[in-house]
Structure formats: C-alpha cells, structure tokens
C-alpha cells in the first residue's frame, strides 16, 4: 500500500551516523571495551549549579514563553558582554531555543527560505545547515570563498567558527570581511558559535563583537549552546542574539509552533551563564584530554590540522595517506570508535574527526593503543 505521506525523508541525505554501525560494533569488541571518540557526548557530570537551578524550579505547571523569561534573556546579554567584548545587546535581541540543532535545521523553514533560494555553507560543516536547507527544498554551495558565489545573492549564509569539525578559528578581520559582504548584498549572515568557549592556541570572536560588525547587529545572527560549555546537552539549552527585526519573526513563527524552552530549563540557562566557574574548571578538563590524544595521534604518524579550538582533533596522515574510512576500520580494530572527514564534506575524505570528550580514564586507554601504531 502507498503510503498517503510522501516521505520527506527522499529530500534529505543520508544520516551519516547510521554509516558508523558496524565500526562500532567492532571497536565494541575490543576486550578492553570502546572508547568512543566519534560523536562528541559530554561525559563529565552537569555542573552543581544546574542542577541546583532545576531543582529549585522542578515545580513548573504553567506553560512556558516562547520569548523566554527576562532573567534567562538578560543572563545571555551579561555574558556576551562579559565573556566576548560584545556590549549594546538588549533582550529583544536573544530567544532561548530547544537546542541549537533544532534552530539550525529549522531556520530556513522558520524565515521562508524555500526551493531556488540558496544556502551556503563552509566547506567543511556541520550537516545539519544542509538538512535544513533539503527540507525547503533549497539549492546549497559548500564554499569558504566568497568569490566562488559569483554573482547571485544567497537567501542565507552560515559561519562555524570555531569550525565542527575542524577547530579552526576565523580571525575578527576574516569575520568583518563576511560581514561587510552580507551587508552590501542584504544576506542574513548566520553565525555557529557553539564552541567558542573551547578555545585553545587562538582566541575565537563572536560576530557579534564591535571589531566585527562595527557596533550594529544587522542582518546577522550567532547561535549558541550550552551543551559544551556548561555539560548540559540533555538540558537542550541554546540561544539565538543578533538582528532584533529577524528575531522577532523567529519569535512570532515560533510562538504559532509552540516552540518554547521549558521554563526549568530556562532557570538553569540564566544560572549557568552566570557561574563562570564551572567552565573553567571543565576547559581546564578538556584541555588536558587534548593534549593526551593530540601526543597519542602524533606519535601514531597522524598530523593534526587546525584544531586550535572546538572539542575535536582533525587528524590525517596526509593526501597520500589511507582515506577515512580505512582510518576509522583501523581504529575499530584497536577499539577505538572516530568520525570520518567524509561525514563533514568531500575535502575531509582524508581526515578523521577525534573527540577528546571521553572521560579521562578512556582518553588514557585510547592513548595506550595508538601507541602500538607507532
């Protein structure tokens, strides 16, 4: 019988994780268990001051707003100024959202992008800008050139900077350079900012920054989450500042939708936003992962490109080298489960995306053996 619903699924691309089974299933095998070092899952526990905050706020009947509390939007502008140099916000510029996922793949839909419109992204991206852009039925350019656009005017453009998966950081004149470009030709510049707190040899900007858009917030966006910063990927807490007039059509769309941030949620992200101090303590954790796996690899005959921030370690052994997917079948076998470059676009098809978000005692194991490639 056919079904009375077209599949939407035809109009995506493959969920590349589902490639990942049979690797994991042998890394599994491994009689000292897998270390997982492919998707990126926090693993050290949520911070006291989170689960303090919800706990306070467990008695939450009412529905929530979509808008989001004041005390949760007016924490998100203190941190921007505080943490990134980026004062003038005001809390008609920020919207909570149910994780930064769920807003990255439902922008185009949410601002009326739709077929013949353009999307463009890095290179190298996070697969869900392209998601976003199949559901509409949008065309895509995977480009880190702006004069490889030509002439035509995208709908919308995505920064990553810290890159997923790369780790490489845009200096504030590259950030300037889009944003000016965006603005002579009126394209809503977006701007992934997920890691910016997970920076290690280069400072990363937001656009945000007045060295960047030079004090004006129009025509582009920077989206964030807590998941990284703060262990809270199952709190689904993010955010969205930037162009007040686009916001608030995210918020109108969004109010028909009922799309809103739990309220309990909502106390926890004005919380964790203002406690510094947990997240130093965890970029003091992960630095130090890092720097184990980064020796390991090295030492195993991989280099390290990029890299100077996000979560991840973007290892090759060269162009000459195995492709991915014999790296990642060879890591398997050691027990050690990463991500192919290929998942990210066809510039990384020689590289392997490494989390260091593992615990410690299994960032030492994979340590261990990487050392018997050596």
């Given amino acids: ?66 808008i989001g509390l004041p005390e949760a939007r007016q924490a998100v502008v203190d941190w921007f100024a505080r943490a990134h140099g980026v004062p003038g916000l005001e809390i008609d510029q920020v919207l909570p959202v149910i994780g930064s996922k769920e807003l990255i793949a439902s922008l185009p839909t949410h601002l009326g992008v739709g077929p013949g419109d353009l999307v463009v992204f890095p290179q190298l991206a996070y697969p869900t800008y392209e998601v976003g852009a199949a559901l509409v039925g949008a065309r895509t350019m995977a480009t880190d050139s702006l004069t490889s656009i030509g002439p035509e005017t995208p709908r919308l453009l995505w920064l990553n900077s810290p890159s997923n998966p790369t780790g490489r950081v845009l200096p504030k004149e590259h950030l300037k350079k889009v944003v000016d470009w965006c603005r002579e030709r009126r394209v809503l510049l977006v701007s992934d900012e997920c890691y910016i707190e997970c920076s290690w040899e280069a400072p990363a900007y937001s656009v945000l920054h007045p060295d960047v858009c030079g004090g004006s917030h129009d025509g582009i966006l920077a989206v964030h989450s807590l998941s990284k910063r703060s262990n809270l990927a199952g709190y689904r807490c993010a955010f969205v500042a930037g ?84 790296t990642v079948a060879e890591l398997a076998e050691l027990g050690i489960l990463v991500a192919p470059g290929e998942f990210y676009g066809r510039a990384g098809s020689h590289h392997v995306r490494v989390a260091f978000t593992a615990t410690d005692e299994r960032v030492a194991a994979a340590a261990e053996r990487l050392a018997t490639l050596a």
């Avoid at 000292?32 to 998707?39: E, F, T, Y």
């Avoid at 995210?250 to 109010?255: C, E, G």
């Avoid at 997240?279 to 490109?305: C, N, V």
Wanted: glycine share 6%; charged share 25%.
């Fill in 1 to 66: 019988m056919t079904s009375v619903v077209p599949p939407v699924s035809r109009r995506l691309p493959d969920f590349p994780w589902d490639k990942l089974t049979s690797y994991a299933a042998t890394a599994r095998a491994h009689p000292d268990d897998i270390v997982d070092l492919s998707v990126g899952t926090p693993v050290d526990p949520t911070p006291e001051v989170a689960q303090a905050a919800l706990r306070a706020a467990a008695d939450s009947p009412g529905y929530p707003l979509t």
């Fill in 243 to 326: 162009d007040r007039s686009v916001v608030a059509e995210l918020l109108a769309v969004r109010k028909n939708l009922g799309l809103q941030m739990p309220g309990p949620q909502q106390r926890v992200l004005a919380a964790v936003l203002d406690d510094d101090e947990h997240s130093k303590e965890q970029h003091a954790r992960y630095a130090a992962r890092r720097a184990t796996l980064r020796a390991a690899l090295e030492g195993a005959g991989f280099t390290i490109d990029h890299s100077e921030a996000s979560l991840y370690l973007w290892a090759t052994r060269g162009p000459d080298g195995p492709d991915c997917w014999a």
